[in-house]
């Protein structure tokens, strides 16, 4: 069939036209179908949708992926056929079924995830598969492999370590201290990190507060070459592409398939070819791991994971019960990360990043058992680990004499009191992140919270429970009408929370 081209100036990120109805008809395709379109010597297939109103009979709508592949103009006439859909969506539908995949039918998956060839609903159900019927450690482990082909890999030599939190737990700054603690030890510690999709901050936002953390692959091994280290985002240098895909179409209905989790964690330490993984997993009501008997079974299956790609991990069982730190949001996070650096604290922030350095420290064989912790607080005390943290942030382009204090944060605050007189007997983390995003974190990194207090300490009528900085006064009134309906902070006495 030979269509007139109509031009759409957005982009998909996958290759998808427009079909008239009645033209998808004679063609024999139906929406999420695949149609193989030529013009000169281009050739591509790409997916359908189909309309009654955009295009007309005889026309295709082209969006501008396709026009960037084919070089087509509007106005152009292009053959179109109907085209088979990728045997991937096969295996896809094996998978719903409950049957188990083999290495050949996962790579498939992973391709076409990664080259755009999949549809929205087939990508979806894929996600949905893997949630009702669970991986095998044999399926991980290929998934895994799967994931680090169809990308980028960067090779920093011998003796590469790297550490990773599962989340859930507001504050938690950890890598940002652990980085220079371990890399000032002499070893490479490449860590690529993630943005914020659910939380205030995530470590690359908080990082982006020092210094630029987007960097291409070469300029991220001068980056290590001079310093041993970097913290930089992970989305612009395409390791593991179709975890990030992958991630996205879970976010909206929190489906986070174990063996997705497992496989997007380790995928990444694997393309950037560590040899030692620590993997932090917060336990604790209100972060993603609410028992300890679950955090044991997902350690376990770490290991094993690292065992077949022959990579050494170890798993730390940590308390997720609240936040980490006393700064929730970028630039509140970075002012307690440099202070734990100048040795002043926050005290919880500091002891979970020195019993995190020494673990790894550890690992690596780089001090004997037992050893580890000692060794991070020498380097910690001794100015060492921020020296290192000053190199790495100079060599991404920050300024590496920057202070707490000269960051910023926002002139819209809020303070919120404590109505009653008694203890701290907890902090809710998915609220605490809630309030914090309603004031503008990540997006304005001088928005967020900073906590007055901590599980377990005495506070009297009125005295301050933690602070809200806004990105401007709208949001500070929704923030502090979110927080006066969540209630984070629970205070009282043991008899008043047994009655309530």
């Not at 026309?59 to 026009?67: A, N, Q, S």
């Not at 005290?347 to 019993?355: E, G, H, T, Y």
Request: glycine fraction near 8%; aromatic fraction near 4%.
């Amino acid at each position: 069939m030979r269509l007139k081209t109509r031009f759409y100036k957005i982009e998909a990120e996958k290759p998808i036209v427009i079909l008239n109805d009645e033209d998808a008809k004679d063609l024999g395709v139906f929406v999420s179908g695949r149609v193989k379109i030529k013009y000169n010597e281009h050739e591509i297939t790409a997916i359908v949708d189909t309309t009654d109103t955009l295009v007309g009979e005889g026309e295709i709508g082209l969006l501008e992926d396709i026009h960037d592949l084919i070089k087509v103009e509007d106005g152009d006439f292009v053959e179109v056929e109907s085209a088979r859909r990728p045997v991937s969506v096969e295996f896809i539908k094996k998978k719903l079924d409950g049957k188990t995949l083999n290495e050949y039918e996962i790579y498939s998956i992973i391709y076409d995830i990664t080259n755009n060839n999949l549809s929205s609903i087939e990508l979806s159900s894929f996600v949905t598969g893997g949630y009702i019927n669970k991986y095998t450690i044999e399926e991980i482990v290929s998934l895994t492999t799967s994931m680090v082909k169809t990308g980028e890999q960067i090779d920093f030599g011998d003796d590469v370590v790297d550490k990773h939190c599962i989340g859930g737990v507001a504050g938690n700054r950890t890598t940002m201290v652990v980085v220079p603690i371990v890399a000032a030890a002499g070893l490479t510690i490449p860590k690529t990190s993630s943005r914020a999709i659910t939380s205030p901050s995530g470590t690359a936002d908080t990082m982006e507060v020092l210094s630029n953390v987007q960097f291409s692959i070469d300029e991220v091994k001068d980056i290590v070459t001079s310093t041993n280290a970097c913290i930089i985002w992970g989305g612009t240098v395409n390791l593991a592409p179709a975890d990030d895909k992958i991630i996205r179409v879970e976010y909206p209905l929190s489906l986070d398939a174990e063996g997705h989790l497992l496989s997007s964690v380790m995928a990444k330490k694997m393309a950037i070819g560590s040899d030692y993984v620590l993997i932090d997993i917060p336990v604790g009501k209100g972060s993603k791991m609410p028992d300890s008997v679950k955090a044991r079974e997902l350690a376990i299956n770490f290991i094993e994971i690292g065992k077949r790609l022959g990579i050494s991990v170890e798993c730390l069982i940590t308390d997720g019960s609240s936040p980490i730190g006393t700064g929730i949001g970028p630039a509140l996070e970075a002012r307690d990360v440099l202070n734990v650096l100048e040795n002043k604290g926050p005290v919880d922030l500091m002891n979970k990043s020195l019993d995190l350095a020494g673990t790894l420290l550890e690992l690596s064989n780089r001090v004997g058992k037992g050893k580890g912790r000692k060794m991070a607080e020498n380097i910690l005390s001794s100015g060492k680990a921020l020296a290192k943290m000053k190199e790495i942030i100079e060599m991404q382009g920050g300024n590496p004499d920057i202070r707490p204090e000269d960051i910023d944060v926002s002139e819209n605050q809020y303070v919120v009191t404590s109505k009653h007189k008694g203890k701290v007997r907890f902090i809710d983390n998915k609220s605490i992140s809630a309030i914090a995003r309603t004031a503008g974190a990540p997006r304005i990194k001088s928005s967020g919270i900073y906590m007055h207090v901590g599980v377990g300490d005495s506070v009297k009528l009125n005295d301050p429970l933690f602070t809200i900085y806004a990105a401007d006064e709208r949001r500070l009134d929704d923030a502090v009408k979110i927080n006066e309906k969540l209630v984070p902070i629970r205070v009282g006495s043991v008899i008043s929370d047994i009655i309530t």
